[in-house]
Each structure stands twice: as C-alpha cells, then as structure tokens.
C-alpha cells in the first residue's frame, strides 16, 4: 500500500510580486528557475566563481538594455551561461585564461517585421522595425556580452573582456 499527501498552497504573496502582480504582460517572468552554490571563492570581489559573476551580470545587463529601450526588441527571460577555460597552477589554485563560451538565449521581437510602436506601450518616437537575426546578434555581442566584460574584473584585476577572443563561441 502507499499513502500520497497532496498538498498544494497559495502562492507566496513575495512570489507572486515579483513575477505577475502589477506587471505589465511582456515583464512578466518565471518562477521554476534558480541558482545555488555551495562554496565561495576568492575568484571574484563578490566571492562567486567567475563564470557565475559574469553569467549574472550578462542577464542585468540584457534587462538594462531591454528597459531602457536600447534594445527594444528584446522580450524579458532571457538566459546566460559563460565557460571560462582555466589553468591550474601547482599550488592547486586556478586563473583563468579565456572566455571559451558565452551563451544567450532571449526572446525577441519578429526580425524585420515587427515595429517599435506595436512592441513598446506607449511609445510615441520616431518608428523602428526590429533588425535582421543577424544584426540583433551583433548588437547583443556590442551592447551586452562586451560591455558586460569590459566592467567585470578577476581577482587578477583583468577586465574580463581581455579573455574574450576571436574564437570564443
């Protein structure tokens, strides 16, 4: 025999006003996700690994510049992941020689269809339509993978963007 308890309650008050209550529909995000480490580190001024920092702060980044209206055709939940090759030095501590890959999933407006008006509610500047794939990508590496690194420093004192070369993915 087996006994199941089914117990389902009201959602947290705290949840529900961070992800829907008193939202606009396109800033309405997720609950199913998070993030847990179970040790710190000297890595960073923030005691999280470098990957973490920067995945972090890519995902802030992406949300400043979708809020801001610089990259209006960004749509909210957008993901990040960041793997940093390392070397390990004899002492057993590691440094980090580069930015292999830097990944980001977003969700955007229709390319080359969709306009700005119809995007943003109340928006009453000049019309835009969304760019090209294409161009959307270069603008994400410009205005979000770069800047990003170009602030985020190792322990080192390296910016971060120093990692990032020709053949980062």
């Given at each position: 025999?087996?006994?199941?308890?089914?117990?389902?309650?009201?959602?947290?008050p705290?949840?529900?006003?961070?992800v829907?209550?008193?939202?606009?529909?396109?800033?309405?995000?997720?609950?199913?996700?998070?993030?847990?480490?179970?040790?710190?580190?000297?890595?960073?001024?923030?005691?999280?690994?470098?990957?973490?920092?920067?995945?972090?702060?890519?995902?802030?980044?992406?949300?400043?510049?979708r809020?801001?209206?610089?990259?209006?055709?960004?749509?909210?939940?957008?993901?990040t992941?960041?793997?940093?090759?390392?070397?390990?030095?004899?002492?057993?501590s590691?440094?980090?020689?580069?930015?292999?890959?830097?990944v980001?999933?977003?969700?955007?407006?229709?390319?080359?269809?969709?306009?700005?008006?119809?995007?943003?509610?109340?928006?009453?500047?000049?019309e835009?339509?969304?760019?090209?794939?294409?161009?959307?990508?270069?603008?994400?590496?410009?205005?979000?993978?770069?800047?990003?690194?170009?602030?985020?420093?190792?322990?080192?004192?390296i910016?971060?963007?120093?990692?990032?070369?020709?053949?980062?993915?």
């Amino acid at each position: 025999t087996c006994e199941v308890l089914v117990r389902i309650n009201k959602q947290s008050p705290d949840i529900a006003g961070g992800v829907h209550v008193g939202k606009e529909d396109l800033d309405v995000g997720a609950v199913d996700q998070g993030i847990m480490f179970g040790y710190a580190t000297d890595e960073t001024e923030d005691c999280m690994p470098l990957t973490h920092s920067v995945a972090t702060k890519l995902g802030k980044t992406l949300t400043d510049v979708r809020k801001s209206g610089k990259l209006w055709w960004l749509r909210p939940d957008g993901k990040t992941q960041v793997t940093i090759e390392y070397v390990q030095r004899a002492d057993g501590s590691v440094e980090p020689q580069k930015i292999h890959t830097v990944v980001i999933s977003t969700q955007h407006a229709e390319p080359l269809k969709a306009t700005r008006s119809k995007e943003c509610a109340g928006y009453t500047g000049p019309e835009a339509t969304a760019p090209s794939m294409e161009e959307m990508n270069k603008l994400i590496t410009e205005e979000v993978v770069k800047s990003t690194l170009r602030e985020n420093k190792a322990k080192t004192e390296i910016s971060a963007i120093s990692l990032l070369g020709d053949l980062t993915h």
